[in-house]
């Protein structure tokens, strides 16, 4: 048996400024971030996986600038949230006893799970916004299937704590009792997590909202700063891209296959179209693009409007390929030129893909070879 009172090295904490009623309203805050970050999350993983049956959407244009936007912006501000979230029930860690049941053990246990799944996600999810990764597994598989987790672990939290929150919604945010006058109070907590989260969701903003842009000091892209005026995620160097030789060809395969040498490349017809850049880091630009029409070139193959396209690159490894079709196959260019200049070797040089409403990092660049399935 325990003893009823802890030892003497247990730790112990001052509990004046927290209570229930904040717990309770900034968890509800935390579960409505969570909630967006975890469907915006699945509609962007939902672009590299699409069914068969359901190709992802041209339209709206700006679909995937927005729903990722809103995930990485809503991934940030959770954040504070969640840290807050801690420290207001950080002492409830070292209750004594521990465990007083089996029942207590297992609920334990599940907050241990989503603690821990909830800290693992939020932090490699701000990496990757940095394009840090300091890890040797699969980012985009780790994130996705730990998103599960974390939303189960949510969803049984809340019905476990489901009475306890309602008492803590509906109790007001009493004075600290004992607390000296200049002390910040728990309403004062709660003003700062607000802050705090209205900050960085300012600042970081502005990598989607380009009258913003100026103050988006968090943001680490910032949408109009890059050659021709949109950012580069990976350059032709990373890509292992250092020149297009004199040999280069742009091969269409299908039932009637043809090649084109530079001079025909630069000679094919060119239309105009705005599409936004919108990448999964969050950031996102509009930007006018020039180039044929992948179409045109998949009908010349033998191909048709209802074809499934597979466009390669030049690029060896992840993102070498991406595969389009559906309307986003209508709306497709093979992209030369972005705001009337020629795109550099950094934007895909002598051709890369471009289509609406589509990840960034899919929107292949030096694409060599167009493969009609």
């Not at 006893?97 to 701000?126: D, K, M, N, Q, Y």
């Not at 597994?137 to 949510?154: D, E, K, P, Q």
């Not at 842009?213 to 892209?221: D, F, K, M, V, W």
């Not at 269409?252 to 530079?262: E, K, T």
Request: charge should be positive; aromatic fraction near 8%; proline fraction near 8%.
């Amino acid at each position: 048996m325990l003893p009823e009172r802890p030892p003497a090295l247990w730790p112990r904490f001052d509990r004046r400024l927290r209570s229930t009623a904040i717990t309770a309203r900034v968890g509800r805050l935390l579960g409505i971030a969570f909630g967006l970050c975890f469907v915006t999350g699945l509609l962007s993983h939902y672009q590299y996986h699409p069914w068969t049956w359901l190709p992802v959407p041209a339209t709206p244009a700006w679909g995937y600038r927005l729903t990722q936007g809103v995930h990485v912006i809503t991934g940030i501000a959770s954040i504070p949230l969640l840290l807050v979230k801690l420290w207001s029930v950080f002492p409830l860690l070292f209750q004594w006893p521990p465990v007083r049941s089996l029942l207590h053990a297992l609920e334990r246990l599940s907050i241990a799970v989503l603690v821990s799944s909830a800290l693992v996600e939020v932090t490699t999810g701000f990496l990757n916004i940095l394009q840090w990764y300091p890890w040797t597994f699969s980012f985009v598989s780790v994130h996705h299937w730990l998103a599960y987790v974390v939303a189960g672990s949510v969803l049984m939290h809340v019905a476990m704590k489901l009475p306890l929150a309602r008492e803590g919604l509906a109790t007001p945010v009493t004075p600290v009792v004992g607390a000296p006058p200049e002390g910040i109070s728990r309403r004062g907590v709660l003003v700062a997590t607000g802050a705090g989260v209205g900050v960085v969701a300012l600042t970081t903003v502005g990598q989607v909202i380009p009258s913003l842009e100026p103050i988006a000091l968090l943001a680490p892209r910032r949408p109009t700063q890059g050659p021709l005026g949109v950012p580069i995620n990976k350059t032709a160097g990373s890509a292992g891209i250092t020149h297009i030789a004199p040999s280069y060809r742009l091969t269409v395969l299908g039932p009637h296959p043809f090649d084109l040498d530079l001079a025909a490349v630069e000679a094919l017809p060119s239309i105009e179209r705005h599409i936004p850049l919108a990448c999964v880091e969050g950031w996102s630009v509009s930007a006018r693009w020039g180039g044929t029409s992948l179409l045109d070139l998949v009908r010349r193959a033998g191909g048709y409007g209802g074809s499934t396209v597979h466009v390669v690159s030049l690029e060896q490894g992840g993102y070498g390929t991406s595969t389009i079709r559906g309307s986003q196959l209508h709306q497709a260019l093979l992209a030369t030129h972005l705001n009337g200049e020629r795109i550099t070797l950094d934007h895909g040089y002598p051709v890369r893909l471009i289509a609406p409403d589509r990840a960034g990092v899919l929107n292949t660049k030096w694409v060599t070879r167009v493969e009609i399935r």
